[in-house]
T-cell receptor
């Protein structure tokens, strides 16, 4: 069975600083995908970044990057130059199979990030 | 414009009533997914739907739930007889689950 663990229920970061949100996963599959989502207080789920298990480079999307360490089974999200608007709940999720497969996402419990002045 | 639009954004219903949650993709998708998130908890998979058939469902997706694609574009989740514990945010997702709708907040009273 797949499992996602986010050990930080809450994090604080000062504006303009970088922050790392931890995510570890457990799977016996060789092919899988890792996702990060942002959920602001309004409730919608916003896709941030995706990393495939066979991708050799760490994924980056603007200020977001994914620190993928396959041997450690970790997929930490790094947010650079934090902004007040980054304050939200962040979820790590995993899917069996590569991109284009249809299997379900398994989510972690989330980390609430608060950006301060 | 969002990939997926969900309606209604918020619904309040009495226990025992039927509710239908709707999902409209902006373009033609083959795969659809429904997830729910009970307030303050993690997101849970309910069901996946491919080519007009259920491809996978969780233990949560019992007989009170059903999914349909009634007109080839809309995608619906029906809860036949709502219970208090069905109160949650319900999300529709598509395109390999990278795109979630904005969610329907269901409150059962």
């Amino acid at each position: 069975a797949q499992k996602i663990t986010q050990t930080q229920p809450g994090m604080f970061v000062q504006e303009k600083e970088a922050v790392t949100l931890d995510c570890t996963y457990d799977t016996s599959d060789q092919s899988y995908g890792l996702f990060w989502y942002k959920q602001p207080s309004s409730g919608e789920m916003i896709f941030l970044i995706y990393q495939g298990s066979y991708d050799e480079q760490n994924a980056t999307e603007g200020r977001y990057s994914l620190n993928f360490q396959k041997a450690r089974k970790s997929a930490n999200l790094v947010i650079s130059a934090s902004q007040l608007g980054d304050s939200a709940m962040y979820f790590c999720a995993m899917r069996q199979g590569g991109s284009g497969t249809a299997s379900k996402l398994t989510f972690g419990t989330g980390t609430r990030l608060q950006v301060t002045l | 414009e969002p990939e997926v639009t969900q309606t209604p954004s918020h619904q309040v219903t009495q226990m025992g009533q039927e509710v239908i949650l709707r999902c409209v993709p902006i373009s033609n998708h083959l795969y659809f997914y429904w997830y729910r998130q009970i307030l303050g908890q993690k997101v849970e998979f309910l069901v996946s739907f491919y080519n007009n058939e259920i491809s996978e469902k969780s233990e949560i997706f019992d007989d009170q739930f059903s999914v349909e694609r009634p007109d080839g574009s809309n995608f619906t989740l029906k809860i036949r007889s709502t219970k208090l514990e069905d109160s949650a945010m319900y999300f529709c997702a598509t395109r390999a689950e990278a795109f979630f709708g904005q969610g329907t907040r269901l409150t059962v009273v």
